[in-house]
């Protein structure tokens, strides 16, 4: 009987604590949803819609991720190539037989227009160029396959590219932004197709801009964006946009020593960018100028290794013409700088009136023009100082990767610190 009586005691202390608890929940309604400070079930959609709203606060909360997201994935694609790298050719290739192989690769890309035009980078269909005929494909997010494209016009030295879906009608297309306008911390989306799984996104910031850096195909990538928006190899090619799903830049390398994201990628600004698709697209080629020096910062120069005659500026400031290997030439030979009679050890320390601070600033001004404009530099040469014409030629097609052969390379993409590098 006593055992019973504990079993009702228990039983009844149970019953009164449920009723308490229910007593307050009817007091003080639905749990507050932490989103919005109001009442209602925390999975509840708000106003009928599919997804609960983003955060929006008085400080102006964190917009949603998948919102850009949704603007930027129907127009990035995935591309795939395949073909053979034929062996050796010429006259008496017989002599000498080489095995041919087939090869594969893939990337991403950016559709541009409801007609199929879609920019990517150059190496991810250079093999195609390069190594033997082949095949492109392009598969975009909604699964649609198209196998009739082809190749508009690369550019190695900004490595970019543009291909064109033959017969394509109303595709979706990317809006693009301004890269000018961004600030180091400002959110950043990259979308793309990173190891064989498509239309992947990922989230990071800004993390550095104007970033300079060398690779081994090519010499002109300058002035990057870099973001830790984990970036891999397939990734190329692909989409950095902004938290409202604008375009701001194009994947195309990272930093690493193992060949995965480690949190350093770098994307093609889309205002440099555009200007190399208008000329892809309209020309098959770019058009640019250049002078045919090489050069560093003075301030880097050891003086040790330069002749007893040379003179250097005290105030460190402009580029020399100088041999950074040891090898080459200086001044290549027949180009406007050799024209100009420019010389081994000048420091060019003004151009058009524009102070040189770095040897950087020798590539963007003269990249600000166009060929056949005339430029007047100041000349430093052994203490004395002196002004010289020069006139923009066309810069030759193989310029970079021919120059790199020889130990000639512009000193702003050369940086003894970096790591390895993978072209995703």
């Known amino acids: 009987m006593t055992e019973f009586r504990k079993v009702v005691g228990y039983m009844a202390v149970f019953i009164a604590g449920f009723a308490a608890c229910a007593g307050v929940l009817r007091l003080t309604g639905k749990p507050t949803d932490p989103r919005s400070g109001t009442r ?27 919102d850009a997201a949704a603007r930027v994935e129907p127009a990035v694609v995935n591309i795939e190539i395949t073909g053979v790298r034929k062996g050796r050719s010429g006259p008496f290739a017989f002599l000498r037989p080489g095995r041919s192989e087939p090869f594969e690769g893939s990337g991403s890309g950016i559709l541009l227009s ?33 196998t009739n494209v082809s190749v508009v016009g690369r550019d190695p030295a900004t490595d970019l590219a543009v291909l064109k879906i033959h017969g394509a009608r109303h595709l979706p297309t990317a809006e693009l932004g301004d890269s000018e306008s961004l600030r180091v911390g400002d959110w950043a989306i990259a979308v793309g197709n990173p190891l064989g799984f498509n239309s992947t996104v990922t989230l990071g910031i800004i993390s550095a801009l104007n970033r300079s850096y060398s690779r081994s195909d090519t010499s002109a990538l300058d002035r990057v964006i870099q973001t830790d928006a984990a970036i891999n190899p397939g990734n190329s090619g692909g989409a950095l946009a902004d938290i409202e799903g604008n375009i701001i830049g194009i994947n195309t390398a990272i930093a690493s020593q193992n060949g995965g994201s480690v949190g350093i990628g770098f994307a093609i600004p889309i205002n440099a960018a555009r200007r190399v698709i208008e000329q892809l697209i309209q020309k098959g080629k770019v058009v640019r100028p250049y002078l045919g020096v090489a050069y560093v910062r003075v301030d880097n120069v050891e003086k040790e290794a330069l002749p007893d005659e040379v003179t250097l500026p005290e105030d460190g400031r402009g580029a020399m013409v100088f041999r950074q290997r040891g090898e080459g030439a200086a001044v290549l030979r027949n180009s406007p700088a050799d ?17 040189v601070e770095d040897a950087r600033t020798v590539r963007a001004t003269v990249l600000e023009h166009e060929v056949g404009d ?17 006139t923009l030629d066309t810069m030759p097609d193989d310029y970079f990767r021919r120059n790199q052969r020889r130990g000639f390379s512009p000193e702003e993409f050369l940086d003894p610190e970096r790591g390895g590098e993978v072209t995703p």
């Open 374 to 390: 005339r430029l007047t530099l100041r000349i430093w040469r052994n203490g004395q100082e002196f002004d010289t014409l020069v």
């Open 114 to 146: 409801a007609d199929g035009y879609v920019v990517t980078n150059n190496h991810v269909v250079a093999p195609i160029a390069e190594r033997g005929e082949g095949a492109i494909s392009v598969k975009l997010d909604s699964g649609r396959e198209f």
């Open 40 to 66: 209602g079930g925390l999975l509840r959609p708000v106003s009928g819609a599919k997804n609960p709203a983003p955060l929006a606060g008085p400080g102006g909360g964190l917009p949603s991720v998948a």
């Open 339 to 355: 024209r100009a009679g420019l010389r081994e050890y000048d420091v060019i320390r003004a151009i058009d009136g524009r102070m």
